[in-house]
């Protein structure tokens, strides 16, 4: 794929958590997400992690288990996004039967809205989360160093500006 030109891919992780995983019917394990990261990284292409959280069967267990997964994996970016359950999806479908859909608004479905009354977190409890592992993952040492590294024109500062400008006003909104 690199001698094709690619040059980064982003991997959809959900969780590291394996019951999770299950639960979400992602159709693989903890183990093959570090080994296709790992894999991504030897061959030099970056790689990009997202996550979600918030979904039905997590508790403060499988969340935490996830952020800590996260930073043994080797990817360079992260997203945390708070599930939403589309309609249509058996998450919807089992969302709306439990009356925890919070609206039918489309205009609301966006990244930055709780739609789902989660059983065990509030939306504050979810945004808290969300910046914890953003928190975890970017303020450490190796993360900061390969950013810093990447640098090699004024677009690279630009990127990496915009990108710290998105990761202040998750940190410190909501």
């Known amino acids: 794929?690199?001698?094709?030109?690619?040059?980064?891919?982003?991997?959809?992780v959900e969780s590291m958590d394996d019951d999770i995983l299950k639960s979400i019917k992602k159709g693989i394990t903890t183990s093959q997400i570090q080994k296709a990261l790992e894999l991504t990284s030897k061959v030099g292409i970056?790689?990009?992690?997202?996550?979600?959280?918030g979904n039905p069967e997590?508790?403060?267990?499988?969340?935490?288990?996830?952020?800590?997964?996260?930073?043994?994996?080797?990817?360079?970016?992260?997203?945390?996004?708070?599930?939403?359950p589309m309609p249509g999806s058996q998450f919807y479908l089992q969302a709306k039967s439990e009356?925890?859909?919070?609206?039918?608004?489309?205009?609301?479905?966006?990244?930055?809205?709780?739609?789902?009354?989660?059983?065990?977190f509030s939306e504050k409890d979810l945004f808290k989360i969300q910046r914890k592992f953003y928190l975890s993952f970017y303020l450490r040492f190796k993360i900061i160093f390969r950013?810093?590294?990447?640098?090699?024109?004024?677009n690279a500062i630009k990127n990496i500006f915009r990108g710290f400008i998105g990761f202040i006003k998750i940190i410190f909104t909501k």
């Open 99 to 120: 009356n925890r859909v919070l609206t039918e608004n489309w205009e609301d479905y966006n990244l930055s809205k709780v739609i789902y009354d989660h059983p065990l």
């Open 147 to 154: 950013y810093i590294t990447k640098i090699k024109s004024f």
């Open 46 to 53: 970056e790689s990009r992690a997202s996550v979600i959280i």
């Open 58 to 84: 997590d508790t403060p267990e499988t969340l935490e288990r996830t952020r800590k997964g996260l930073l043994k994996l080797k990817t360079d970016f992260l997203q945390v996004f708070i599930a939403i």
């Open 1 to 12: 794929m690199k001698k094709a030109g690619c040059f980064v891919i982003m991997y959809g």
